[in-house]
């Protein structure tokens, strides 16, 4: 089940982590993602990944590629 970035960092501050399906992940690296167009993310449990789409940019990253760009 897709999430919404958006609602994932609502009233959430850059320093703070959101847990999404057990994955703890920086609310600063999913405010850049949405920056950089990411409406959705999906998580992938059997092999721990993320797939993040917009209108315009489809990605997938490790939980390591997204704490990157925190």
Not at 6 to 32: I, M, R, Y
Request: overall charge negative.
């Amino acid at each position: 089940m897709p999430f919404k970035i958006e609602e994932l960092v609502s009233g959430k501050e850059n320093g703070q982590e959101v847990n999404v399906d057990g994955f703890s992940l920086p609310v600063s690296a999913l405010k850049k993602l949405m920056q950089d167009g990411y409406i959705n993310l999906q998580v992938y449990k059997d092999n721990k990944t993320f797939s993040l789409w917009g209108k315009n940019c489809t990605a997938c990253f490790t939980e390591e590629q997204i704490r990157e760009r925190a």
